[in-house]
């Protein structure tokens, strides 16, 4: 019987939490997704985690060595472990997932955010592989970014590097939920996407199928049928999405130089409507030293897996860094 | 007689060239400087300083062994050795210059930009010393920066990371000599300063000293000396500067996380004045995660021997990587 090593990469999110036992390449072995019951304690995840673990592990048909456990999670932080402030899990200030697992698996463990394990999932299984630096952009209900330098994550002095959702597009611009003004998420996410519509409701005088709408019912999904169905203010939204990420996208450029840019996302699955003039302004906006040297690309995992994949990249790093550590 | 190990620090401007000998705690044994004469070839230039730096090194009073040279200069890329179309030196579309160094000494050789040279000198012999994370402004006639990742310069995919300076304020903004519009420099610099005054003088009503000035003789050190005695517009600049440059770092957070950020520059000897603000509005526009953890400075390396210590930190790192490769 054949030997296969493997890590287990968990998604955590406000509704379910998924989790994949996940071999070198990428392949998902086998995964499930249980509900988060975010009312609950993290401890309470946590039990119900392993056990949901220990089963799928029996369904195995490989006789299998773990190596390590990755995390994705909203607000974590990688340096402490912790989960912290999460708005959409009613966990507190702070827990420490991290030993939280150590208690049931003595292995390598690490947590992460989301959009930070987007970005090494992106470099050991998706486009950028081989590459030394990239930057990854989800795109969802909020803007996320994970920056790899030198051919590693950045988390920066404090665990939280990149964040480009927070950066500004215009310091007198829209309300942000995290009390600034004119954040980019504001502009660039499905919410983004829907406030910009309704500006151009306002603004314009021209028929459009969304002002049937109300704002509360506004999805980018609704959007997105629009503008493939030609209507102009739903094309104007993705192009107007798109200028603002390009003009950011290539501030982010100034600072990091990547080789390429992966977005993934649920707002990713627009496709062209919003990468197309993403890539156009980002190329117009970028500074003459970098022009012509920058990739934009759909992130390259497979599309519902890059969560797990995410969390099986860091575990596996984690791995590495541990057997490599002299005793 | 005691024996010192120094590298050469070699600064090289549009109009001067300084150079020095400089030991591992940051100490220039001697220093001179020579008119660069930039209609010359490069050639000319690096054979002059050849035979300079060999005329200073019979003036040291202790037995001296040399391992290395650094060299900073306008428009440098570190990974190709060479100088590329730099706008003030008359040496075409590329020389390199470490090649030219190289035929010289038989040591380590390495180029890099004035402001990435800035901030590895920070990071070797200032503020930044021992620092994981910390970026270095220098405000002159433009807006440089260099970006210290995981304890390194970060160089990024072409050589070029870290031109902070051409990031966009306003996308309808003021005209770059980059070609773009907004670009950060074309407000926070010497030059930017004054368009800033020349703006407000515009806008506002009150008199100021500054009225008397046409535009082409306006100088910060005007501005600075109107804004020392009072002057509303001058000192309004200073503020609008700060609020400007304060928005923009709050962005270069968002991105790397840094522990510190150091301005430096001629610009930065207006002190207080730029520095104050600059810090109040970065504090304020800084995401909430970061708020409270990053610290503004001035740069902690001797006014006026900044850019010897950064390009002779740059040759002491080439250095110490050299002796460390394996044969």
């Known amino acids: 019987m054949q030997t296969v090593d493997y890590v287990i990469g968990i998604d955590i999110g406000g509704t379910n939490t998924s989790f994949g036992f996940v071999d070198?390449?990428?392949?998902?072995?086998?995964?499930?997704?249980?509900?988060?019951?975010?009312?609950?304690?993290?401890?309470?995840?946590?039990?119900?985690?392993?056990d949901a673990i220990r089963d799928s592990g029996t369904t195995l048909t490989q006789q299998a060595t773990l190596s390590g456990v990755g995390i994705g999670a909203p607000n974590a932080n990688y340096y402490r472990g912790t989960v912290e402030n999460a708005p959409n899990l009613d966990w507190g200030a702070s827990v420490n997932l991290v030993d939280l697992f150590r208690k049931r698996f003595n292995l390598p463990v690490a947590i992460t955010n989301d959009a930070n394990a987007a970005a090494i999932g992106e470099l050991l299984f998706g486009g950028a592989r081989g590459m030394k630096h990239a930057i990854v952009v989800t795109?969802?209900?909020?803007?996320?970014?994970?920056?790899?330098?030198?051919?590693?994550?950045?988390?920066?002095?404090?665990?939280?590097?990149?964040?480009?959702?927070?950066?500004?597009?215009?310091?007198?611009?829209?309300?942000?939920a995290c009390g600034k003004r004119g954040c980019l998420e504001t502009y660039v996410s499905a919410p983004g996407l829907c406030r910009t519509v309704c500006e151009l409701l306002a603004q314009r005088r021209e028929p459009s199928p969304l002002r049937e709408t109300c704002f509360n019912h506004?999805?980018?999904?609704l959007i997105y049928e629009a503008a493939c169905a030609g209507d102009g203010i739903a094309l104007e939204a993705f192009d107007s999405t798109g200028r603002i990420l390009g003009m950011k996208l290539a501030d982010a450029v100034a600072h990091t130089s990547p080789?390429?840019?992966?977005?993934?996302?649920?707002?990713?699955?627009?496709?062209d409507?919003?990468?197309?003039?993403?890539?156009?302004?980002?190329?117009?906006?970028?500074?003459?030293?970098?022009?012509?040297?920058?990739?934009?690309?759909?992130?390259?995992?497979?599309?519902?897996?890059?969560?797990?994949?995410?969390?099986?990249a860091l575990a596996w790093c984690e791995a590495d860094k541990f057997s490599s550590t002299p005793a």
């Open 24 to 50: 070198r390449n990428g392949t998902i072995l086998c995964e499930a997704t249980l509900p988060t019951q975010a009312d609950q304690p993290a401890q309470i995840l946590v039990s119900r985690l392993c």
């Open 273 to 312: 409507l919003l990468i197309a003039p993403t890539r156009r302004y980002l190329e117009e906006f970028l500074f003459s030293t970098y022009k012509g040297k920058v990739t934009l690309l759909m992130s390259q995992l497979p599309e519902g897996s890059g969560a797990i994949l995410g969390a099986a």
């Open 218 to 221: 506004l999805t980018s999904k």
């Open 259 to 271: 080789e390429a840019i992966f977005i993934s996302g649920g707002l990713a699955a627009a496709g």
């Open 139 to 176: 795109l969802g209900t909020g803007l996320g970014s994970g920056i790899i330098v030198n051919g590693e994550l950045l988390y920066g002095a404090d665990g939280f590097a990149g964040e480009l959702g927070h950066t500004v597009v215009d310091p007198a611009g829209r309300h942000c």
